[in-house]
């Protein structure tokens, strides 16, 4: 969960924060007891009611950092509404699963409104009062559009993993959903990077925010890094097979370049006898999530995935990251060797070099 900093004393215990004591002891029932370096600097800010940047990768415990002080205040005020928008669905439904953790018992409704699932569904779920609104740009633009949600109630906005959005193209989606927030409001924004665009947009959208940096370095400490050189009349597959079959190889996440090409990786995997599944676009969203909990629940040793299925992404325990396929950008390369040596743990990652 925390960043690699094996010296960091928190300034704060989590039963020091000036949160409801229901949600303390639901922080201690998930088994929070000390901050990590985002949680500790930015939870007090948040619930001094000032804006912020945070600058963390995924894995900081940011989503945390984010929710304990903005559930207070929900307590506090049941008619407080939340949005939080982010670039892909699974970082949707991870947040939004969290969030339902820490609000157990607590009467606060949250919605996922996503790509990819039933817009029906969603309409029918916004029709009664939530708190906070989880969702990706572009569907959450469609329904402010058919006046499914009135951003005019929202005085609390988060834009997690802004970076992401903004290398999606959802740089006019998320101008849109800040125009139709009230001038008053309370702005949170997260970035693993901190790109000129990004200032812009910093500058734009927020009021003299506190910033809080607490990037790892740009690779992960922990993790392990070689090549594989895919050598003249040699099989790539068969030097995958080989590796898989190694005892630590226990749980493999594969990257590949395109959707084809991952699923057909996947069921080759498969008729070779290992448990195999895959993630990419091509998916519908309730076959992602089963392929992701199979991964997740150490029913499938690999999983194999496209740089933007795996967006955002946290699964705990990945003993390898291989890069099959190479990838696009050092960005893309950063971001799925990340997928391992999260918090303390070692992790390794592997490339495939022809």
């Given at each position: 969960m925390g960043e690699a900093v094996a010296d960091f004393i928190p300034e704060h215990r989590f039963q020091?924060?000036?949160?409801?004591?229901?949600?303390?002891?639901?922080?201690?029932?998930?088994?929070y007891k000390t901050p990590t370096p985002i949680q500790d600097k930015i939870i007090p800010h948040i619930l001094k009611g000032l804006d912020v940047v945070g600058v963390a990768n995924t894995g900081t415990g940011k989503t945390a950092a984010f929710l304990i002080p903005l559930i207070h205040k929900v307590l506090l005020n049941k008619t407080n509404k939340v949005l939080v928008v982010v670039p892909t669905r699974e970082l949707a439904l991870q947040i939004d699963s969290e969030l339902k953790g820490f609000a157990r018992g607590l009467q606060i409704f949250s919605v996922c409104c996503v790509g990819g699932m039933s817009v029906s569904r969603q309409v029918s779920e916004l029709r009664y009062h939530n708190n906070f609104i989880i969702g990706t740009p572009g569907r959450l633009k469609d329904l402010i559009e058919r006046k499914n949600i009135r951003l005019a109630e929202f005085k609390t906005i988060v834009l997690d993993e802004a970076d992401r959005m903004l290398d999606m193209g959802f740089i006019n989606d998320m101008r849109f959903l800040m125009a139709?927030?009230?001038?008053?409001?309370?702005?949170?924004?997260?970035?693993?990077?901190?790109?000129?665009?990004?200032?812009?947009?910093?500058l734009e959208f927020l009021r003299q925010p506190v910033r809080i940096s607490v990037k790892t370095r740009d690779t992960a400490q922990n993790v392990e890094q070689d090549v594989i050189?895919?050598?003249?009349?040699?099989?790539?597959?068969?030097?995958?097979?080989?590796?898989?079959?190694?005892k630590d190889f226990s749980k493999v996440l594969i990257f590949g370049r395109t959707k084809h090409g991952v699923e057909k990786l996947s069921q080759m995997?498969?008729?070779?006898?290992?448990?195999?599944e895959s993630i990419h676009g091509d998916k519908n969203q309730s076959r992602r999530q089963r392929a992701l909990g199979a991964f997740k629940n150490n029913r499938a040793q690999v999983l194999v995935a496209t740089d933007v299925a795996a967006r955002g992404l946290d699964i705990p325990n990945v003993s390898h990251v291989i890069n099959y396929d190479l990838p696009a950008t050092f960005d893309d390369y950063v971001h799925r060797i990340g997928r391992t040596g999260r918090g303390d743990k070692r992790g390794k990652a592997l490339t495939f070099i022809d």
């Open positions: 020091d924060f000036n949160v409801d004591p229901r949600l303390k002891n639901s922080i201690l029932i998930k088994g139709g927030m009230p001038k008053e409001r309370h702005t949170l924004f997260f970035s693993a990077t901190v790109s000129r665009e990004i200032e812009r947009l910093i050189k895919v050598g003249r009349g040699k099989n790539k597959l068969e030097l995958l097979h080989d590796l898989l079959k190694q995997l498969s008729q070779k006898g290992f448990q195999a």
